[in-house]
């Protein structure tokens, strides 16, 4: 049995033919409602015949109807349909979205063209292609703003669903103004974000995070490292916040976009890391045995300011990671700590991979 729920949709009234979907032809029915409802109200659907775009909508599978689809629009949130939208501003891309679990690979893929009885297709992963495709199009002044039409969930060699993408071109919407558009673009590109963050960045590196810290904590107050006791207690709570941030922040609180901070406030990072590290190694070297108060202190401070600007999913958080990584590396070869060394050089490797990953993200790319 399926685990969807079929509701009842009252068809007493005239419909919109474009908001019904036929799902006759597909073979694995079960599989394809699964499948879109991933992508529920996470891609915006265009209707042709009344010239909307429905960004808050609920998919219904109802059971008097046979196998269809219904596409709700939410009746109390009117102000989430956007009207004025000609057919000539949505064009094919030939693109195509289909799930991993089916090719024997994680998350969701995208293609090109897919043919039924052609070649299995070839595939990349979706969230880097996505973001190459965005950054393409930004480079040459445009925008990629993918939506949902009517046949677009199709079925490949009647095994395995997908969706093809069309996009929106905001150039066409001549009789639209400035204002309408830029919000059409906002509300599009805020949705495919949503879609984005299901297959990226995970919240729960901050609860595992969590218990790595306390454990390493025991471990510092072995070795006396005093400031890293401090560090590892400090980033106990710093973990709860990035949780906290990467799950509830954000104006919307459905978690922070990754975002650039301006060259003031790095500044500012940098110079709060310097006066904690002084301040902190004055501490220690007056009142504690720590053995290594100044630099301890020093790689304290900036540690704590890479894991404030990554609870924020500030870019440059994985920068200032790799110089401060790379000095634990050496301290720790110094102290005769050489797993621990190793570790911090395994983090090194982590953290030129989140920079480079982070770079990518389409929250950059889609920003001004």
């Given at each position: ?9 009252d068809f ?21 409602e ?45 102000h989430d ?6 057919r ?5 891309t ?8 089916v090719?024997g ?32 199009q ?14 677009d969930?199709?079925?490949?060699d ?6 093809h993408?069309h ?5 066409r ?13 906002q509300?599009?590109?805020r ?28 471990l ?14 400090l980033?106990?709570?710093?973990q709860?916040y990035g ?15 990754v ?6 406030a ?12 002084w301040?902190?190694?004055?501490l ?35 920068a ?18 050489y797993?621990?060394a190793g570790l911090y050089?395994?983090f090194t ?7 480079l ?12």
């Amino acid at each position: 049995m399926s685990s969807m729920q079929h509701q009842e949709v009252d068809f007493s009234r005239p419909q919109n033919q474009d908001l019904i979907w036929d799902l006759d032809s597909m073979a694995r029915r079960e599989l394809a409602e699964r499948f879109i409802k991933l992508f529920e109200n996470r891609l915006c659907v265009y209707s042709e015949s009344v010239g909307q775009l429905y960004t808050n909508y609920s998919l219904h599978f109802p059971t008097d109807l046979g196998r269809k689809m219904v596409v709700l629009p939410n009746p109390y949130a009117f102000h989430d349909t956007l009207h004025g939208i000609d057919r000539q501003a949505i064009r094919k891309t030939g693109l195509c979205v289909l799930p991993g679990k089916v090719l024997g690979k994680p998350g969701l893929l995208l293609s090109t063209q897919i043919k039924d009885g052609g070649p299995a297709p070839k595939t990349m992963p979706f969230k880097p292609a996505l973001a190459q495709i965005i950054s393409n199009q930004k480079k040459i002044g445009d925008l990629f703003l993918p939506v949902l039409m009517k046949g677009d969930l199709r079925e490949f060699d009647q095994q395995m669903p997908y969706i093809h993408l069309h996009r929106l071109q905001l150039a066409r919407l001549e009789r639209l103004s400035s204002f309408e558009r830029d919000d059409i673009q906002q509300t599009i590109t805020r949705k495919l974000l949503m879609l984005y963050r299901t297959v990226r960045q995970n919240p729960w590196c901050w609860p595992i995070g969590l218990i790595m810290v306390l454990l390493y904590a025991w471990l510092f107050y072995d070795w006396r490292l005093y400031s890293n006791l401090l560090l590892q207690l400090l980033f106990a709570a710093l973990q709860l916040y990035g949780w906290w941030q990467w799950t509830r922040g954000g104006e919307r609180h459905d978690g922070r976009k990754v975002s650039r901070l301006g060259i003031a406030a790095v500044a500012a990072g940098l110079l709060s890391g310097v006066i904690g590290a002084w301040l902190l190694g004055y501490l220690m070297a007056t009142y504690t045995d720590a053995s290594s108060p100044w630099l301890d202190s020093a790689l304290t401070a900036f540690s704590l300011v890479a894991q404030l600007w990554m609870a924020q999913k500030r870019l440059q958080c994985w920068a200032l990671w790799v110089v401060v990584d790379l000095c634990y590396v050496a301290f720790f070869l110094y102290s005769e700590l050489y797993l621990t060394a190793g570790l911090y050089a395994a983090f090194t490797a982590l953290a030129v991979s989140g920079w480079l990953s982070w770079r990518r993200d389409p929250a950059l790319q889609c920003a001004p």
